[in-house]
């Protein structure tokens, strides 16, 4: 720097001296923005910007309210769940290595991570561990955790892919050089010793870089995994790498004996080949996480003094509730919000899986991260950030990906259980073959080290469930929980809502029948108020159908029964004929309308006829289901007339009307008992308890927060086509799985005799290795584009299958 240059920052009252006018700008930023403790803390200034990253975890600055804004999810008052970005992980025994040590510390209530995107979701209890020390007993053990964001998750990406490209690259030159002296050692009858000497000093040297650089990834985790007491896959790769190199120097320094630089140089090139492979193949597994949590957009145009029509761009991270934003044609909604003018067409695809776009006017409701398509819109900001529908997406489909299913965790501790035994049979090999043929011993016991590595294993579950989910959520039903793929894979039942599910759940007022003189606008006031401010479809349709003159006090809601409200003193109920009248017949109807009681002391003053009409897709929907050989039944608390006309709509044979929830939860359990296995769809409070009975439940997109969050499945859209889809998908899945397992365990027990009998070199077991985790990641990934075809399956075989079932 020139003499006399100078560039002060105030910090703590007092002027500090900086070393140009770049650092200047960065320290006073930091300190402007309440992050002095950084500077308050530091001892020496780190050597890379990686150790930077962990002495900022370290020093606490991830544990300030306004650093965790951004990526913590606050439950309660100390209850916070954050989602982490993870480097460093190589294989299946990685996760679950972190997964043990996170869920260990005191005050971590649970971890979950995703393996093939590195994602780790952490809850915790604030009030006994702070987020930094979550971060810091991440690196003690050797890895690097990262609050998530897109930008970073690529970046992380971008650096692994770039590192392993030099790995390969140097692995493979050497490779080649080492073989090219191999050869003639293989082939020659005349070399003399000095020229067989020279050739192996040569290949000594072209040996060390691929050792110590290529392969010293595997060094780590192995040494990581040794450590920490346990063994994981990296254990017997490094055992086999380490134990032929020495050994080949051995017999270079002392001049005698073999040497295996070519075996080693090939192996380790073909095993960075294969995870090179993987890695890129999971990537692609786990897109549809990143491309859900890409879609909103970086900056929005905001009318800062609506409705005057000025503008200005500015990022969506200081956009606010209540905020106007125009979004022209072509652009993304930077959140969940309202139309309040324009008129235009959104694709939501991404969201809901719907492939038309969907109109959208002045009071519509809007979500962040779906494409206007035909003209400028002006929205209202109601949800940001963590509140927005796309994030609760992401989370749920975070913690889905997260959650093992049984057949996952059951290969996880095989996986793990299984290096132990390899490590025995190994000793026990080298011990026979070191008595039958102490020359043969060496490559026999690296060939055997390294042929069965458990990489196939620990891979089989994750990367098929990972696959399957994202395909799932693009079809637009998306899987909250780890098991529900699994369930409904072997699901023999499916019980159906009627109201929200079946149907529109757009009631409308068909006839009013009032009573005791009163005329039609009155009783229609009175129900109007009673049910003013209630989301239920019985609401909607009263409030379509007169405006309440007069309001109610007191009102109180019984789930699956009715309302009951003060009206000018009086006490009124609106509601189902046993709730509101104590079981007063309502009028004879024949279009199957449903009956809703108006009552003063549970005498009837008037009945109101509601009617519904099936989704459009219903029919179409349900036959593909039954062509899958699922036994389908229909559970509602409408009346009698109305379900029953729904049913033979639909074909549904068993079907059950007037049902409160504790009667369609009385009715799962009735078919579980008979040994069936039951999937619940519906969308409403009512249908909370049984959603949450049965053995995987599903919940309409359009429905309460309180039935998805009970559920186990969300449709994200309203096709009800998307339940044969993903019920083809599930049992898909689960024949991939079984596949997987089959393949890694069967090239296990083939690959275990065959090496310990000496008939596979060190580089027939790398390839053999490699091939078979490369095999398992690409029959997962069959499953991205799955189409489900519904076939006319002949009767007989439905009813086959459904008595195999």
Same mark, same amino acid.
């Given at each position: 720097m020139p003499d006399g240059a100078h560039y002060p920052i105030q910090f703590e009252n007092q002027t500090k001296q900086t070393c140009c006018r770049g650092c200047q700008a960065v320290a006073q930023t930091i300190i402007d923005s309440g992050q002095g403790a950084y500077y308050t803390h530091r001892t020496a200034l780190p050597a890379t910007a990686r150790e930077a990253e962990a002495e900022l975890a370290q020093m606490g600055l991830y544990d300030l309210p306004e650093i965790q804004e951004s990526f913590v999810r606050t439950e309660s008052e100390n209850i916070r769940e954050a989602a982490l970005i993870l480097e460093n992980i190589v294989c299946a025994a990685c996760i679950w290595l972190n997964e043990r040590h996170i869920a260990g510390l005191p005050g971590v209530l649970s971890v979950e991570i995703n393996y093939a995107t590195r994602r780790a979701r952490v809850r915790w209890d604030n009030s006994r561990i702070q987020l930094s020390a979550i971060l810091k007993a991440v690196t003690d053990i050797g890895y690097i955790a990262h609050p998530f964001d897109p930008g970073r998750s690529d970046d992380i990406h971008r650096r692994e892919r770039n590192t392993a490209i030099r790995r390969l690259a140097i692995a493979g030159l050497g490779m080649m050089q080492v073989m090219m002296y191999a050869l003639p050692s293989y082939t020659a009858t005349d070399m003399t010793d000095d020229i067989r000497l020279l050739m192996r000093w040569a290949s000594l040297v072209l040996t060390i870089p691929v050792v110590l650089y290529s392969a010293w990834p595997f060094f780590i985790g192995a040494w990581r995994d040794l450590k920490r007491r346990m063994l994981g896959m990296d254990v017997p790769v490094a055992l086999g790498v380490g134990t032929a190199f020495v050994a080949s120097v051995y017999g270079t320094f002392s001049g005698h004996g073999e040497v295996y630089y070519d075996s080693v140089t090939m192996f380790v090139f073909l095993l960075l080949t294969g995870r090179f492979l993987e890695m890129n193949a999971r990537r692609r597994a786990g897109a549809a996480v990143e491309e859900l949590v890409k879609l909103i957009p970086a900056a929005a145009t905001r009318l800062p003094h609506w409705p005057a029509r000025d503008e200005e761009q500015i990022p969506v991270a200081r956009l606010a509730v209540g905020d106007h934003v125009l979004v022209r044609p072509g652009e993304t909604l930077p959140a969940d919000g309202e139309v309040v003018e324009g008129d235009s067409a959104v694709n939501e695809a991404m969201l809901t899986g719907e492939s038309l776009p969907v109109s959208k006017s002045a009071h519509a409701k809007v979500v962040g991260g779906s494409?206007?398509?035909?003209?400028?819109?002006?929205?209202?900001?109601?949800?940001?950030?963590?509140?927005?529908?796309?994030?609760?997406?992401?989370?749920?489909?975070?913690?889905?990906?997260?959650?093992?299913?049984?057949?996952?965790?059951?290969?996880?501790?095989?996986?793990?259980?299984?290096?132990?035994?390899?490590?025995?049979?190994?000793?026990?090999?080298?011990?026979?073959?070191?008595?039958?043929?102490?020359?043969?011993?060496?490559?026999?016991?690296?060939?055997?080290?390294?042929?069965?590595?458990?990489?196939?294993?620990?891979?089989?579950?994750?990367? !098929? $469930?990972?696959?399957?989910?994202?395909?799932?959520?693009?079809?637009? *039903?998306? /899987?909250? +929980?780890?098991?529900? #793929?699994?369930?409904?894979?072997?699901?023999?039942?499916?019980?159906?809502?009627?109201?929200?599910?079946?149907?529109?759940?757009?009631?409308?007022?068909?006839?009013?029948?009032?009573?005791?003189?009163?005329?039609?606008?009155?009783?229609?006031?009175?129900?109007?108020?009673?049910?003013?401010?209630?989301?239920?479809?019985?609401?909607?349709?009263?409030?379509?159908?007169?405006?309440?003159?007069?309001?109610?006090?007191?009102?109180?809601?019984?789930?699956?029964?009715?309302?009951?409200?003060?009206?000018?003193?009086?006490?009124?109920?609106?509601?189902?004929?046993?709730?509101?009248?104590?079981?007063?017949?309502?009028?004879?109807?024949?279009?199957?309308?449903?009956?809703?009681?108006?009552?003063?002391?549970?005498?009837?003053?008037?009945?109101? !006829? $509601?009617?519904?009409?099936?989704?459009?897709?219903?029919?179409?929907? *349900?036959? /593909?289901? +039954?062509?899958?050989? #699922?036994?389908?039944?229909?559970?509602?608390?409408?009346?009698?007339?109305?379900?029953?006309?729904?049913?033979?709509?639909?074909?549904?044979?068993?079907?059950?009307?007037?049902?409160?929830?504790?009667?369609?939860?009385?009715?799962?359990?009735?078919?579980?008992?008979?040994?069936?296995?039951?999937?619940?769809?519906?969308?409403?409070?009512?249908?909370?308890?049984?959603?949450?009975?049965?053995?995987?439940?599903?919940?309409?997109?359009?429905?309460?927060?309180?039935?998805?969050?009970?559920?186990?499945?969300?449709?994200?859209?309203?096709?009800?086509?998307?339940?044969?889809?993903?019920?083809?998908?599930?049992?898909?899945?689960?024949?991939?799985?079984?596949?997987?397992?089959?393949?890694?365990?069967?090239?296990?027990?083939?690959?275990?005799? !065959?090496?310990?009998?000496?008939?596979?070199?060190?580089?027939?077991?790398?390839?053999?290795?490699?091939?078979?985790?490369? #095999?398992?990641?690409?029959?997962?990934?069959?499953?991205?584009?799955?189409?489900?075809?519904?076939?006319?399956?002949?009767?007989?075989?439905?009813?086959?299958?459904?008595?195999?079932?």
């Amino acid at each position: 720097m020139p003499d006399g240059a100078h560039y002060p920052i105030q910090f703590e009252n007092q002027t500090k001296q900086t070393c140009c006018r770049g650092c200047q700008a960065v320290a006073q930023t930091i300190i402007d923005s309440g992050q002095g403790a950084y500077y308050t803390h530091r001892t020496a200034l780190p050597a890379t910007a990686r150790e930077a990253e962990a002495e900022l975890a370290q020093m606490g600055l991830y544990d300030l309210p306004e650093i965790q804004e951004s990526f913590v999810r606050t439950e309660s008052e100390n209850i916070r769940e954050a989602a982490l970005i993870l480097e460093n992980i190589v294989c299946a025994a990685c996760i679950w290595l972190n997964e043990r040590h996170i869920a260990g510390l005191p005050g971590v209530l649970s971890v979950e991570i995703n393996y093939a995107t590195r994602r780790a979701r952490v809850r915790w209890d604030n009030s006994r561990i702070q987020l930094s020390a979550i971060l810091k007993a991440v690196t003690d053990i050797g890895y690097i955790a990262h609050p998530f964001d897109p930008g970073r998750s690529d970046d992380i990406h971008r650096r692994e892919r770039n590192t392993a490209i030099r790995r390969l690259a140097i692995a493979g030159l050497g490779m080649m050089q080492v073989m090219m002296y191999a050869l003639p050692s293989y082939t020659a009858t005349d070399m003399t010793d000095d020229i067989r000497l020279l050739m192996r000093w040569a290949s000594l040297v072209l040996t060390i870089p691929v050792v110590l650089y290529s392969a010293w990834p595997f060094f780590i985790g192995a040494w990581r995994d040794l450590k920490r007491r346990m063994l994981g896959m990296d254990v017997p790769v490094a055992l086999g790498v380490g134990t032929a190199f020495v050994a080949s120097v051995y017999g270079t320094f002392s001049g005698h004996g073999e040497v295996y630089y070519d075996s080693v140089t090939m192996f380790v090139f073909l095993l960075l080949t294969g995870r090179f492979l993987e890695m890129n193949a999971r990537r692609r597994a786990g897109a549809a996480v990143e491309e859900l949590v890409k879609l909103i957009p970086a900056a929005a145009t905001r009318l800062p003094h609506w409705p005057a029509r000025d503008e200005e761009q500015i990022p969506v991270a200081r956009l606010a509730v209540g905020d106007h934003v125009l979004v022209r044609p072509g652009e993304t909604l930077p959140a969940d919000g309202e139309v309040v003018e324009g008129d235009s067409a959104v694709n939501e695809a991404m969201l809901t899986g719907e492939s038309l776009p969907v109109s959208k006017s002045a009071h519509a409701k809007v979500v962040g991260g779906s494409l206007n398509q035909a003209s400028p819109l002006v929205v209202r900001v109601d949800r940001l950030g963590a509140d927005t529908r796309l994030a609760s997406i992401v989370r749920l489909l975070d913690r889905a990906q997260s959650e093992k299913p049984r057949i996952g965790q059951l290969a996880d501790r095989a996986a793990a259980w299984f290096v132990g035994l390899l490590l025995l049979i190994t000793f026990f090999v080298g011990l026979a073959w070191y008595v039958i043929d102490p020359s043969r011993t060496l490559w026999i016991v690296v060939s055997v080290l390294v042929v069965t590595c458990p990489c196939a294993l620990g891979l089989a579950t994750p990367a !098929a $469930l990972t696959t399957a989910t994202g395909r799932l959520t693009r079809l637009g *039903l998306l /899987a909250t +929980r780890g098991h529900a #793929l699994e369930t409904l894979a072997r699901a023999t039942d499916l019980v159906f809502d009627k109201t929200g599910t079946l149907t529109h759940g757009r009631l409308s007022v068909r006839r009013v029948v009032p009573l005791g003189g009163r005329s039609a606008e009155e009783v229609g006031a009175l129900a109007a108020a009673l049910e003013a401010g209630s989301e239920h479809p019985i609401a909607r349709a009263m409030s379509e159908a007169v405006n309440a003159s007069v309001t109610a006090d007191g009102i109180r809601n019984t789930p699956g029964r009715g309302v009951e409200g003060m009206i000018a003193g009086r006490t009124y109920r609106l509601g189902s004929p046993r709730f509101a009248t104590a079981g007063a017949p309502p009028p004879e109807s024949d279009d199957g309308a449903s009956w809703v009681a108006l009552a003063e002391k549970n005498e009837p003053i008037a009945w109101f !006829a $509601l009617a519904d009409t099936p989704r459009a897709d219903a029919d179409a929907a *349900l036959s /593909a289901l +039954r062509q899958q050989g #699922l036994r389908l039944h229909l559970l509602s608390g409408d009346a009698e007339g109305a379900v029953k006309t729904t049913a033979q709509q639909l074909g549904i044979d068993a079907w059950h009307a007037g049902a409160l929830p504790e009667d369609k939860l009385a009715y799962v359990k009735a078919l579980q008992q008979q040994g069936r296995i039951v999937a619940m769809v519906g969308d409403g409070i009512n249908d909370a308890p049984v959603l949450a009975g049965a053995q995987v439940s599903i919940a309409m997109g359009e429905g309460t927060d309180v039935a998805q969050a009970a559920a186990d499945m969300v449709m994200l859209g309203s096709r009800l086509a998307t339940l044969a889809e993903g019920v083809a998908l599930a049992r898909k899945t689960q024949q991939i799985i079984r596949q997987n397992l089959g393949w890694a365990l069967g090239y296990n027990l083939i690959a275990i005799p !065959a090496a310990a009998l000496g008939y596979v070199t060190p580089w027939m077991a790398g390839i053999g290795m490699s091939a078979s985790s490369l #095999l398992v990641v690409l029959n997962a990934l069959r499953l991205s584009d799955f189409k489900y075809k519904a076939t006319s399956a002949p009767a007989a075989l439905r009813s086959q299958l459904s008595t195999l079932r």
